[in-house]
């Protein structure tokens, strides 16, 4: 959870950064789709995660968005959408694969929620929602690579 | 019956029911939603300060970049207008300066107080290439030539001295006068002919007199008419450089001069 706080700040400052050329990955998304499935499935411990995910969201539309709470409400259903799937997933299809699936579909999900708020359709708003998920794909490797590192870890 | 629900699905729900809530309050009250943005900014203000920095930083970097390149975009330019004019000056017959004359910085060390508008002494001499003759300028004008050099100084022979005489051209017509100064800080273009009229502004510069003086060094701007005697009206001109105040000066070197002694 620590971490999650800790990726939302980084996220945040990657955005200060890039402030006006592109939009940042949601790493925190992505963090708390990781922080989901890592761990067991225990019904608080979700819930938790999905509360936090929600905080998490609506503080970065009160820093960068002009509609709080859209966050909140994507990250809240997002994380929903993969407890439900893992859950329902037996123990042996739980891999880095539906990993990636999930968490991918969920960042994508998050995006294109975003640029339909956005209620714009200029070429800059789809340039700057595609540069945002194609860069999502390194971070997306880079979080099924942790995940593999703590899936083998658990194995020893 | 709310004990089958599963608590997951309770929370999820809850927590999109608050974030619908709190964009239609963010929507319909937008006064208190501004206030807590401002309020998570400002919270934020000084965890961020070193990416708004780096940030800053990066732009002014950009920045230097952009002029930069503006800058050798612009050389670029003006080396082919140059090549340009030294074509077409080979077509009309004039020579070009073979030589590719350079500017030697020099600092004014002497200026005698009753010698104030005749000349000054410079801390470059003939170790550093200067020859006599040489014209010498201030911020793009000539302002004297060298009169007498020392191995490390030289003396410069300013334009606005009654011993100064030079051969120039008011560039608009291609009027040849004589350029003299009256020791008082005035400069005047002599033995103009009274049947041309020159205007406030016009541009003169040296003339083609010889090897030693390239042609199209700037002068001044003429001011306007003096006194005409003899059926000759002089005119006075205006040196771009500040005479009253000279502290360095440029003497130009032809090629394979300075550095050496």
């Known amino acids: 959870m620590i971490s999650l706080a800790v990726v939302w700040m980084l996220q945040d400052l990657a955005q200060v950064l890039s402030m006006g050329v592109l939009l940042i990955p949601d790493f925190f998304l992505l963090t708390a789709a990781y922080g989901i499935v890592s761990g067991p499935l225990g019904k608080e411990r979700i819930s938790i995660w999905i509360w936090l995910s929600f905080a998490g969201g609506v503080l970065w539309d009160f820093r960068w968005t002009a509609a709080p709470g859209l966050s909140g409400l994507v990250n809240s259903l997002s994380v929903l959408a993969i407890y439900a799937v893992w859950a329902r997933t037996p123990v042996t299809g739980r891999g880095v694969w539906l990993f990636a699936l999930l968490a991918g579909m969920a960042h994508l999900t998050s995006g294109m929620v975003h640029y339909i708020a956005w209620a714009t359709t200029t070429q800059t708003a789809m340039r700057m929602f595609l540069a945002q998920q194609l860069l999502g794909i390194p971070a997306l490797a880079l979080m099924c690579a942790v995940y593999l590192v703590r899936l083998r870890g658990s194995d020893v | ?261």
């Open chain 2, 1 to 261: 019956m709310t004990g089958k629900l599963n608590p997951v699905l309770v929370n999820a729900l809850i927590a999109a029911f608050c974030g619908l809530m709190l964009m239609w309050f963010s929507h319909t009250f937008q006064y208190p939603a501004r206030t807590a943005a401002d309020t998570i900014n400002s919270m934020l203000y000084y965890p961020e300060l070193p990416a708004r920095e780096l940030r800053f930083l990066v732009q002014a970097a950009d920045n230097w970049m952009t002029e930069r390149k503006n800058l050798q975009e612009r050389t670029l330019v003006l080396e082919q207008e140059n090549i340009a004019l030294r074509t077409a000056l080979q077509r009309s017959g004039v020579n070009p300066p073979q030589s590719s004359p350079r500017l030697l910085g020099a600092s004014v060390t002497l200026r005698y107080p009753d010698a104030w508008w005749k000349e000054i002494r410079v801390d470059k001499g003939s170790s550093q290439g200067v020859l006599a003759g040489a014209p010498v300028l201030s911020d793009g004008f000539m302002i004297g030539r060298v009169s007498r050099i020392g191995e490390d100084y030289a003396w410069i022979e300013l334009v606005t001295s009654s011993t100064f005489l030079l051969a120039a051209v008011v560039v608009d017509t291609w009027d040849l006068g004589v350029i003299n100064g009256d020791d008082i800080g005035n400069i005047w273009l002599m033995y103009m002919p009274p049947e041309e009229e020159f205007s406030e502004g016009m541009l003169v510069s040296t003339a083609l007199v010889g090897d030693y003086l390239p042609p199209g060094i700037p002068l001044g701007l003429i001011v306007g008419p003096g006194e005409t005697r003899d059926g000759l009206t002089p005119f006075r001109v205006a040196s771009g450089a500040r005479l009253a105040q000279l502290y360095n000066v440029q003497i130009l070197l032809s090629s394979g001069e300075g550095g050496s002694s």
